[in-house]
């Protein structure tokens, strides 16, 4: 829970509403994994089986669920994390630029 509270406060930075939204959607997942038992009533009208089988079932949706929402997260962030300013030149790049300064300062 700690790394998704860190991640929403990042995200709330550097991201848009998109993100933040989807971020949100999965916090309220991961703490209905984290609580997902059912009540005490209904696990006296049914057999420990039963029990543990509705159990898993149930988590086993949410996790489906989360790993869907983490995708979308990934797809969300995507434009963010391409911007052309940022980006790194190649070798050959910063050498085309040198020698195209070099070329400016030649006699003609």
């Known amino acids: 829970m700690k790394r ?9 930075f550097l991201f848009g509403d998109d993100v933040m939204t989807s971020i949100l959607s999965l916090e309220e997942v991961v703490i209905r994994i984290s609580t997902a038992t059912l009540t005490d009533g ?22 489906s669920q989360a790993a869907d929402l983490l995708d ?5 962030m995507k434009p963010y994390m391409r911007m052309g300013e940022k980006r790194m030149r190649t070798a050959a790049e910063w050498f085309h630029d040198r020698n195209e300064i070099r070329k400016s300062y030649e006699d003609k």
């Open 42 to 63: 209904v696990k006296k009208a049914i057999g420990k089986r039963e029990l543990s089988l509705i159990e898993e079932l149930k988590i086993g949706k949410l996790r």
């Open 4 to 12: 998704i509270h860190r991640l929403k406060q990042e995200a709330s």
């Open 72 to 76: 979308s997260i990934s797809a969300a």
